[in-house]
């Protein structure tokens, strides 16, 4: 009740206002272009930020492809040089090198691309 | 064009990012925005620029809009900040262009501004304070109400009243304004 009354009181204009609101009163700009200028900045910006995440990991994996590969390698020579009747079997349970590493990457890239398209 | 109140568009864009949702919201508001940014610097370009920024600001500030006030509130309350936090960057490249013994860039600018200021309004506005000038444009080119500059520039109703007070009173003094009443 309070706030309608203070509102009507603020609608109720004497001349030096409505003097002040024709002298600050002023043409409307056109557009011209400026709303899609800056939906295409926008546009622009959303896309940066869902192609850095992707783009991160792949370089990541592409860096870490070597020494991921070293250690698959180094853990998969320690458990073929354990003794046999600690692990049983192995030699034939165990997939070979490049098919771990492949496999995770497809995994990887598989999960990514998930997120992108759910994106 | 997409139809639909503000708020049906603000929430378009803060459920999915719709970008022609806010494109819209932008079509619709951006004269005021830039009418307000114009008379607060007085220079048009800068004045687009920092409307751009607002832009692209509120975009990111988007779900912090409540829709309890209007959205040109909120717009113009961003695009004061906008224009304050422009300001201070100005004067601090200002201070260490002096230091280094330049003339002020800045400096130069607003000569070329108070050289260009030949309209009424420019005259009116240039008796007021940043403050004040913020704040009258709000209140009497927007059409703001007293609570919306309130929420725009965070001061309470009251200082707000006695800022367009203070304002007016300073246009009454410094100008015959009964002379543009009757032409």
Not at chain 1, 101 to 117: H, N, Q, R
Not at chain 2, 18 to 47: C, P, W, Y
Request: net charge neutral; with cysteine.
């Amino acid at each position: 009740m309070t706030s309608k009354i203070i509102n009507m009181a603020e609608r109720i204009k004497d001349a030096e206002d409505r003097l002040l609101e024709s002298m600050f009163e002023s043409a409307p700009i056109a557009d011209n272009g400026f709303s899609g200028q800056i939906v295409k900045r926008i546009r622009r910006k959303l896309w940066i930020r869902r192609i850095t995440l992707p783009v991160a990991v792949l370089l990541g994996l592409l860096v870490a492809f070597r020494p991921m590969a070293a250690i698959v390698k180094g853990v998969y020579g320690l458990l073929l040089s354990m003794p046999g009747d600690l692990v049983p079997s192995l030699e034939g349970s165990l997939p070979s090198l490049q098919l771990i590493v492949t496999g995770a990457l497809i995994l990887f890239v598989a999960m990514f691309s998930l997120s992108m398209l759910e994106d | 064009m997409i139809s639909g109140e503000d708020n049906e568009l603000v929430a378009r864009v803060v459920a999915s990012q719709d970008t022609r949702a806010f494109g819209e919201l932008i079509r619709r508001h951006q004269s005021h925005v830039r009418n307000f940014l114009r008379k607060l610097s007085g220079d048009m370009s800068a004045a687009d620029d920092l409307a751009q920024d607002c832009f692209m600001r509120a975009w990111d500030k988007l779900h912090t809009y409540s829709g309890s006030g209007s959205f040109i509130g909120w717009l113009l309350k961003i695009a004061y900040t906008t224009f304050l936090q422009s300001k201070r960057k100005s004067k601090r490249y200002a201070e260490i262009l002096e230091q280094v013994g330049h003339v002020s860039a800045a400096e130069s600018r607003t000569h070329t501004v108070q050289a260009d200021e030949t309209g009424d309004l420019d005259k009116f506005l240039a008796v007021l304070s940043e403050e004040e000038r913020a704040i009258m444009v709000m209140s009497y080119a927007c059409g703001l109400s007293h609570r919306e500059i309130s929420e725009a520039t965070a001061m309470p109703v009251g200082s707000v009243k006695s800022v367009i007070f203070r304002g007016k009173e300073k246009i009454r003094t410094s100008f015959d304004i009964k002379d543009h009443q009757h032409g």
